[in-house]
């Protein structure tokens, strides 16, 4: 088998899930109790707290575990636009975010909200001057992903933060979640105010992750009860699932900064080239950005042909986000980067992680190139 859709979810870590199991068979009192069970239940979930906030640069009380991305990303936005809407209703995001962004603002503006979606250039890249043409009095929230889901494209994070930097007002929240391990994020003085994180994009477990909250970032929860989580998400804490996150986090982060020979680079440099050799490919993917995805269509061939032709071979790649993937429509990415309808409809997306090879590279490519022939043969 060659799993190329590392993107959509990874597959997890033998250590990850034996930390889960563990935690779940030795450590099931609820943390909120006063007896000792529930105060070594606590004591591990604040530990691996800790941890969570040493590797990622910050301090603990910033630390919020949460199920994934889709909840923290509307865990921050939300709770923003709720806690600050007295001072304003004006948010700024891009056209080319991932549903759990996009939608999230749509659904704001339901309620009132102003959302402003900036446009961004061919490569997916939004530029930092425009954001703060966009910065109005009523500005309450900034928000982004860092590494585009679909094509790859890194934002300037830390320029668009030392603008924001001069308006103390504006929050700045960033979806980290396909940059993690990958793609450098520094959290520590950049503008950086919350930042969303996710476990199965990680060799970590579905269900888990964490959001970074600023301590000068107030939110209005969008969940009430017991004030777990610092009162910004009640409920009784997966404890399981936050160590067994961490646990991936502490594995992603030693394999990112063990890579001597780049791996992903390399995996990604050798399919770019191989691509941009084939006739009747577009490549999507700017050549700058992150090293773990590759996008490209075929136009003329629908995504989900090619996609069982190679899942027949054990081979599995996807189109775009997991979360849209069977709306078989143009993808919104690729419009906003001012694509055809007929590239913006036929895209496909390799996603790679450190496991992969570059001999499973060549065997895509050989059966890819099958695939597009058959097709055609099958037209003519």
Partial sequence: MIYFDNSATTKPDPEVIESFAKVSANYFANPSSIHPLGGQVEKLLEAARQQAADLIGVSKETVIFTSGGTEGNNTAIKGVALEHQSRGNHIITTQAEHPSIHDTCRSLEQIGFEITYLPVAE???????????AIRKDTILVTMMQVNNEIGSIQPIEEIGNILKRYPKVLFHVDAVQGLGKVPLNLSGTGIDLCTFS????????????????????????LHGGSQESGIRSGTENVAGAVSFVKALRLIREKQNNQKDNVLKNLHDKLMKELGQMEGIEVNSPLDGANHIVHFSV???????????????????????A???????????????????????????????????????????????????QFKEVLR
């Fill in 123 to 133: 490569d997916g890249t939004v530029l930092a001057a425009n954001v703060e043409k």
């Fill in 323 to 373: 979360c849209s993937s069977r709306d078989l429509t143009e993808s919104h990415v690729l419009a906003a980067c001012g694509k055809s309808k007929e590239v913006a409809s036929s895209g496909l997306r390799v996603s790679f992680s450190y496991e992969n090879t570059a001999a499973e590279v060549d065997i895509f490519v050989k059966e890819l190139k099958k695939a597009i022939q």
């Fill in 199 to 222: 476990g199965h994009k990680i060799h970590g477990l579905n269900g888990t992750g964490m959001l970074y909250v600023n301590h000068t970032a107030k939110l209005y929860p969008l």
């Fill in 299 to 321: 136009p003329g061939i629908k995504p989900e042909v090619i996609i069982h032709s190679l899942s027949e071979k054990e081979i599995y790649i996807s189109t775009k986000s």
